[in-house]
T-cell receptor, first 114, second 111 residues
């Protein structure tokens, strides 16, 4: 089955620790995205990547880092510099073919930092 | 002004009712438009794309009005399973693929 997987589903960490969230897709999509969603809020873009070995900051990149070493994988690291890391993190991908800009989401990782 | 605005609701309707959601966007050069559905504590899922001529998928009808910069979603014969948050999403322009998400409209269908 083609799709996007994120792991783990739930993650608990202590303040001051870095944590890496996994995102893998087998849809052969060029672009991948990381969003954050807080309770009752919309999605906010953290980072995105259109091609391997390249990525750009989104609207709220501070305290986060990413890498794109393979087309299928786009891991997100939440660093200790992120002031309010507890949130629902969603990874998405898209083909970016002309006229086809819809994004498809993974099931998300719910991160709790105490 | 937000780039994409939606009435957050909640919209509480009885089963079988017809309900409509509107969404406005600020960038007149926006190219593509979508409605996503998000169930509680789940990921958003693409419901339908919105085309200039309007499009229908079963009980769902989406319309785009470029002149007034709004998008609508009409749900006929509401089912209990339609209860969810509906996200209006706009692709403004360019080639980054960045989408702009509205905050969502919550629908609760009651028996």
């Amino acid at each position: 089955d083609g799709g996007i997987t994120q792991s783990p589903k739930y993650l608990f960490r202590k303040e001051g620790q870095n944590v890496t969230l996994s995102c893998e897709q087998n849809l052969n999509h060029d672009a991948m995205y990381w969003y954050r969603q807080d309770p009752g809020q919309g999605l906010r873009l953290i980072y995105y990547s259109q091609i391997v070995n390249d990525f750009q900051k989104g609207d709220i990149a501070e305290g986060y880092s990413v890498s794109r070493e393979k087309k299928e994988s786009f891991p997100l690291t939440v660093t200790s510099a992120q002031k309010n890391p507890t949130a629902f993190y969603l990874c998405a991908s898209s083909t970016l073919r002309q006229g086809s800009y819809e994004q498809y989401f993974g099931p998300g990782t719910r991160l709790t930092v105490t | 002004r937000k780039e994409v605005e939606q009435d957050p609701g909640p919209f509480n309707v009885p089963e079988g009712a017809t309900v409509a959601f509107n969404c406005t966007y600020s960038n007149s050069a926006s190219q593509s438009f979508f409605w996503y559905r998000q169930d509680c504590r789940k990921e958003p899922k693409l419901l339908m794309s919105v085309y200039s001529s309007g499009n229908e998928d079963g009980r769902f009808t989406a319309q785009l009005n470029r002149a007034s910069q709004y998008i609508s979603l009409l749900i006929r014969d509401s089912k209990l399973s339609d209860s969810a948050t509906y996200l209006c999403v706009v692709f403004p322009s360019g080639n980054t693929g960045k989408l702009i998400f509205g905050q969502g409209t919550t629908l609760q269908v009651k028996p």
